[in-house]
């Protein structure tokens, strides 16, 4: 368990992924990013997080749910491989990828927008 540590976690993505590995940190990067701004947006506007929080997490949840469907195909499984709780923990996992990236995608974008709203007014 020493050598279990980012460096090793990176090796293992690069010889998994290949050049995905780029993209996909560049796209959590980016992300991060859009949090960041969107909440230092809301803070230089003087207004509560709470509107853009309930949306991120009401958009993440809902694709969450909806992406729990697909990764059975993403994985190459059968539906009916689905056997126990690990599997099943394992599937809404997987899920929460996209649906993370749809939650901070819909709190970078109403954060702003709130922002806005409350620079209007």
């Given at each position: 368990?020493n ?10 993505s690069?010889?998994?992924m ?13 992300l991060?990013?859009?949090i ?15 509107r853009?929080?309930?949306a ?5 949840v ?6 729990s469907?697909?990764?059975p195909?993403?994985?190459?499984a ?7 709780a690990v599997?099943?923990?394992?599937v809404?996992l997987?899920?929460?990828i996209p649906g993370?990236?749809?939650?901070s995608?819909v ?12 620079a209007?007014?």
């Amino acid at each position: 368990m020493n050598d279990f540590n980012p460096i090793t976690l990176f090796a293992i993505s690069y010889e998994t992924m290949g050049v995905w590995t780029w993209l996909a940190l560049f796209v959590a990067l980016l992300l991060l990013a859009g949090i960041v701004t969107g909440i230092l947006k809301l803070r230089n506007a003087k207004r509560s997080p709470k509107r853009p929080i309930m949306a991120a997490l009401f958009m993440g949840v809902g694709a969450t749910l909806a992406f729990s469907f697909v990764v059975p195909r993403w994985t190459l499984a059968q539906s009916g491989s689905l056997n126990g709780a690990v599997d099943y923990l394992a599937v809404i996992l997987l899920a929460m990828i996209p649906g993370a990236a749809v939650a901070s995608t819909v709190f970078s974008i109403a954060s702003r927008r709130c922002a806005v709203r409350g620079a209007s007014t």
